[in-house]
């Protein structure tokens, strides 16, 4: 099994199969187990994404207060400064959920970052019932999150895995503070083991701007330390998500990858 690669119509075809999708694996996950957690990417692209699930004829009460809302990573800001990557999704999906509450994870931006990414990390580990001991790391304590939504920047980065980053060989931490030199404050990122232990991993892509970036990733010699959205090459719960847009100098690669 490999990654996947799937192609939609740029706009509503794509964000609102990803909701389908979204709502569909939470479903199933709490008709499983009673519990579905989830990681939400920052960034832009997310946006009308966690809009559609703000809607109320998505998820139900009952199902929101099921599921369990990580962050795949934070700029070191505080959470109403407008670049807090919590301040968005809060903007977006959790101030709209009405009577909806679902359990929300969010790390501290505000705090000294090698504590906050500490503290997070023991959050995760320390939610046993709700996270899977199943993982396809090689540290048998990384616990598996049910999805993991990340974005790619133009610069190869996913999560705030940024070029050169200290986190990208990181096998056995889960969150790792970062201080990118591209980026005007340090950020909190998971590490490449919280990826490997998902059961299933999403990034998406929208856009012309990504797609030289998106070729070079999916389709260019594997070095995670230049381009560390390859730090998901290989890994068969990965689907990657672009709009017709990202994926133009893709050719007709969809479906499994080589
Ligand atoms: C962040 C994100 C980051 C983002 C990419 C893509 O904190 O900025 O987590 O990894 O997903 O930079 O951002 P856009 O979706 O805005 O292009």
Not at 42 to 49: A, D, I, R, S, Y
Not at 141 to 164: K, Q, R
Not at 240 to 254: H, K, M, T
Request: hydrophobic content about 40%; overall charge negative; aromatic content about 6%.
């Amino acid at each position: 099994m490999r990654e996947h690669l799937r192609v939609l119509e740029a706009g509503a075809e794509f964000y609102d199969t990803l909701a389908a999708e979204f709502c569909g694996l939470a479903r199933t996950a709490i008709a499983q187990k009673g519990a579905f957690t989830v990681a939400l990417s920052g960034g832009n692209t997310p946006v009308p994404l966690y809009e559609r699930l703000a809607d109320i004829n998505r998820l139900s009460t009952a199902e929101w207060d099921h599921i369990s809302i990580f962050q795949s990573d934070e700029r070191c800001v505080p959470p109403d400064h407008p670049r807090s990557n919590y301040r968005m999704i809060n903007d977006a999906l959790l101030s709209r959920l009405g009577n909806s509450a679902p359990d929300v994870h969010r790390m501290r931006g505000e705090m000294d970052p090698a504590r906050a990414a500490a503290d997070y990390e023991d959050e995760i580990r320390a939610l046993e019932h709700v996270v899977s001991k199943r993982s396809h790391s090689t540290d048998s304590d990384t616990m598996g999150l049910d999805l993991i939504l990340l974005g790619l920047g133009s610069d190869g980065h996913t999560a705030s895995l940024f070029p050169g980053g200290s986190a990208i060989g990181e096998t056995t931490r889960l969150v790792m503070a970062q201080s990118p030199e591209s980026q005007p404050e340090p950020r909190l990122t998971f590490t490449p083991a919280v990826f490997r232990a998902a059961r299933q991993v999403w990034v998406i892509a929208s856009g012309a701007g990504k797609a030289t970036t998106a070729r070079k990733v999916l389709l260019g010699p594997v070095t995670p330390i230049l381009l560390p959205a390859q730090v998901l090459r290989g890994l068969a719960q990965v689907t990657w998500w672009l709009d017709r847009e990202a994926a133009e100098e893709l050719g007709d690669s969809e479906g499994p990858l080589a």
